[in-house]
């Protein structure tokens, strides 16, 4: 495996389990409408959602993906990869949260992406 190539892994790595780690978050505490009226405290279910404590593992990984990551590449490149994270979260959100996501947000999120082919294409070619 190229080095670019296992850099690019490393890269998407943190980028999955940056999404997985916030879409574990969401379902921890709560993902209905109107989930913040009902009487359970938000404290109480940060502290005793499975899915926190998933999110939170998740995001250790991360760490370990992102410092690798950093070890190899420019901050100038590794870093614009990351707006993928916003990507995948409205994707997520739409397929795994069954949220309703407008035009205008999906134009936004190609315009993410193609910012982030034009700041960092170049430099994978």
């Known amino acids: 495996m190229t080095t ?8 998407l790595g943190s980028v999955v389990c940056d ?10 505490v709560g993902h209905e409408e ?19 404590a998933v999110g939170v593992a998740v ?3 991360e760490f370990v993906f992102w410092f690798a ?14 707006a993928l994270s916003y990507v995948g979260v409205v994707l997520a959100s739409r397929f795994i949260l069954n949220e309703r996501i407008s035009l205008r947000r999906w134009a936004g999120i190609g315009t993410i992406v193609v910012g982030v082919v034009l700041v960092t294409g170049q430099q994978l070619g």
């Open 4 to 11: 670019t190539l296992a850099t690019l892994l490393l890269l």
């Open 19 to 28: 999404v997985s780690g916030q879409v574990c978050f969401k379902l921890g």
């Open 34 to 52: 109107g989930a913040g009226e009902q009487a359970q405290s938000l404290v109480h279910k940060v502290l005793h959602s499975p899915w926190i």
């Open 59 to 61: 995001y250790a990984v």
């Open 69 to 82: 990551a950093l070890s190899r590449v420019q901050l100038s490149f590794a870093f614009p990869i990351m």
